[in-house]
T-cell receptor, first 115, second 109 residues
């Protein structure tokens, strides 16, 4: 079982606002990820990290940024929210080992609505 | 390019058996994962296959054939709570996960 937490779970904000989605995991996992998923659609990787001070962009172009100052914490920030950012954001983590330790465990997700 | 194919939607009857197929073409292979995702929720891990053959976990089993680039998820004794999307994902040679679009499974009484 995974212990990975996201806040806020649900958020409605106005266009142009800055928002940070928080993600924390208590398993000491090295790899962490942010995915974006619209209802009924596929997962898109937007950012990932191999460990502290490591951040990489994923397959989907995103106007968000991430940081990894501590192993357990991987926040995602939108500097200026737009209605096109309305989506579900899923944080995930894995041990990063080259076997079943690559299993990714997801947080409960953050539903963002930009009005 | 890298590609994972799954049927978009399947329907089955409560108590029956259903098989969800997944075919993949990726640059290298380091394991295949199946996840379950209920509507509005996050995906949860079901199974991991890295060697050919069948892995059984209770009512759920997953099969892999690396030579054919093929896997299936078998669900037995279907229950209404099994209505969900089932996601197939393959880890490529760079240990990056490639996700399928998911199969929406509808269970009817």
């Amino acid at each position: 079982e995974a212990d990975i937490y996201q806040t806020p779970r649900y958020l409605v904000i106005g266009t142009g606002k800055k928002i940070t989605l928080e993600c924390s995991q208590t398993m000491g996992h090295d790899k962490m990820y942010w995915y974006q998923q619209d209802p009924g659609m596929e997962l898109h990787l937007i950012h990932y990290s191999y460990g502290v001070n490591s951040t990489e962009k994923g397959d989907l172009s995103s106007e968000s940024t991430v940081s990894r100052i501590r192993t357990e914490h991987f926040p995602l920030t939108l500097e200026s929210a737009r209605p096109s950012h309305t989506s579900q954001y899923l944080c995930a983590s894995s041990e990063g080992r080259e076997d079943s330790g690559n299993t990714i465990y997801f947080g409960e997700g953050s539903w963002l609505t930009v009005v | 390019g890298q590609n994972i194919d799954q049927p978009t939607e399947m329907t089955a009857t409560e108590g029956a058996i259903v098989q969800i197929n997944c075919t993949y073409q990726t640059s290298g292979f380091n394991g295949l994962f199946w996840y379950q995702q209920h509507a509005g929720e996050a995906p949860t891990f079901l199974s991991y296959n890295v060697l050919d053959g069948l892995e059984e976990k209770g009512r759920f089993s997953s099969f892999l054939s690396r030579s054919k680039g093929y896997s299936y998820l078998l669900l037995k004794e279907l229950q209404m709570k099994d209505s969900a999307s089932y996601l197939c994902a393959v880890m490529d040679s760079n240990y990056q996960l490639i996700w399928g679009a998911g199969t929406k499974l509808i269970i009817k009484p």
